[in-house]
């Protein structure tokens, strides 16, 4: 579904991806862990093309979508994303926020939308939040609606950057249950996270990155259970 | 003591300003079709540019900050005299009335242009990864995402802007057009009496007051929400 080969990433002289090799096959959940500053996020940006990687190629159902003539408005519709500051449009209403992009973007009737959209939100839980603004809404609540934003877009892949890492301890579980069910139902996803419990749980396979390379790669478990490099057993030691 | 019944006969004479009152409502008429009508023209035009200036377009952005620096540089009543004294030997003859507000226009787009500019970038860069990262254009996130948060920002700023180009439109009296201040002048000249600069002193307090005490509520409202 995705494959990342030789990707490098620069910001000025700071070399933040050195050289990343990577496949994440349909239906897996890529599950990225890492100290800060390994370059876990850019790599999921790359992806997205929020970043334009300095060299390398990512390839995207067989389609290198770092070659300049690719639409890359084309290609996001197929990529959904989850930010760790969630980034819901605070002028519009929950429910205004997951159809936006279908009635502008796949020219999708509005009365359509909104039914697909009401049944999103009432997927992560939301059902009698529909016409709340964001302002009005919780850190998970505003996450679970920003999930069903992206799922409106009915994505390929959806990516998750540090998704929990703005929320109260208390609203942790109510965000990743509904990653959990999410891939149960065959969803292909790549996961930032420092949620170790969720990563060893949920994710079928994982990558240990520091420094911006990958440093160990494989079934989640299997690391989480026997690490080999020194670094994942450090990191793993201090995080757990 | 005779000082004061002198101030009070000579500025506030309440009989002058009776009998000057309908001639300077007109005025004051005026005043408000000209503001608003540059007002309206000047955001069109301070949107496009500011919109320019986000982009960073390299001529146009490079255009865009001449025109600015130009209209906020100069005088306005230096401007208004140019547009309609000194476009004629071009071949640009523009009645008073449409060089006044073309003046206006331009010069108020200069300010709007920085608004809207200061609003864009203040909008959380989040916002527009978010509409991209949904597969939206750069020109459908700014249209759905990013302008409707920043009119609300703007909204403030862009009134106490339109009370500065009410209280300016003042300076079209030297193009003879007959707003509130140019109305008052002649009324003064006629009675012989300036009480009717008074009237029109009160008149602009009548047309502004409502719209200061507008950008107060609003900025309040704004604090609240956390927008």
Not at chain 1, 112 to 132: F, R
Not at chain 1, 152 to 170: R, Y
Request: glycine share 6%; net charge positive; hydrophobic share 50%.
């Amino acid at each position: 579904m995705i494959e990342i080969v030789n990707l490098h990433k620069k910001f000025g002289t700071l070399e933040v991806l050195c050289g990343i090799d990577l496949k994440v096959n349909k239906g897996e959940v890529m599950v990225i862990i890492g100290p800060s500053g390994s370059g876990k996020s850019t790599l999921l940006r790359c992806v997205n093309l929020l970043e334009k990687p300095t060299s390398g190629q990512i390839f995207f159902a067989g389609e290198d979508i770092t070659a300049r003539k690719v639409n890359k408005n084309l290609v996001r519709q197929r990529l959904g994303m989850v930010f760790q500051s969630f980034n819901l449009f605070p002028h519009m209403t929950a429910l205004g926020n997951v159809v936006i992009a279908p009635v502008q973007v796949l020219k999708m009737k509005k009365d359509e939308a909104e039914k697909k959209g009401i049944e999103l939100l009432k997927k992560v839980g939301l059902t009698d939040k529909i016409n709340v603004y964001p302002s009005q809404l919780s850190g998970g609540q505003k996450q679970r609606v920003a999930i069903a934003r992206a799922l409106a877009m009915n994505p390929e892949v959806m990516l998750f950057d540090e998704v929990t890492s703005a929320l109260d301890p208390e609203l942790v579980k109510e965000v990743l249950d509904v990653m959990k069910d999410l891939a149960k139902s065959g969803m292909t996803m790549l996961v930032v996270t420092h949620e170790m419990g969720f990563a060893r749980e949920v994710g079928s396979h994982l990558i240990f990155m520091d420094e911006g390379l990958i440093l160990e790669e494989g079934r989640a478990v299997d690391i989480f259970d026997n690490p080999r490099h020194v670094r994942t057993k450090a990191f793993l030691n201090a995080v757990l | 003591m005779q000082g004061l019944i002198d101030l009070v006969e000579k500025y506030f004479s309440i009989s002058v300003i009776k009998e000057v009152l309908p001639y300077l409502l007109k005025g004051a008429l005026f005043t408000v079709v000209f503001s608003a009508a540059s007002e309206i023209i000047g955001i069109v035009i301070g949107l496009a540019t500011s919109v320019v200036r986000v982009t960073r377009i390299k001529v146009l952005n490079q255009l865009a900050i001449v025109y600015v620096d130009l209209f906020r540089g100069t005088p306005l009543l230096m401007q208004i005299i140019f547009v309609y004294y000194a476009l004629p030997y071009i071949g640009i003859n523009l009645p008073a009335t449409v060089a006044g507000i073309a003046a206006l226009s331009i010069n108020s787009g200069a300010y709007v242009t920085e608004i809207f500019r200061a609003g864009i970038e203040s909008i959380d860069r989040g916002q527009m990864e978010a509409a991209r990262s949904l597969g939206m254009s750069y020109i459908k996130a700014m249209r759905y995402i990013i302008i409707p948060q920043t009119i609300k920002r703007v909204l403030p700023p862009l009134t106490n802007e339109f009370v500065a180009l009410i209280k300016d439109s003042s300076l079209l009296s030297v193009i003879a057009i007959s707003e509130l201040l140019r109305t008052a002048k002649e009324m003064m000249t006629w009675k012989l009496n300036p009480s009717s600069l008074t009237a029109a002193a009160i008149l602009y307090l009548v047309i502004t007051l409502p719209l200061t005490r507008y950008v107060s509520y609003m900025e309040e409202k704004l604090k609240r929400s956390g927008v």
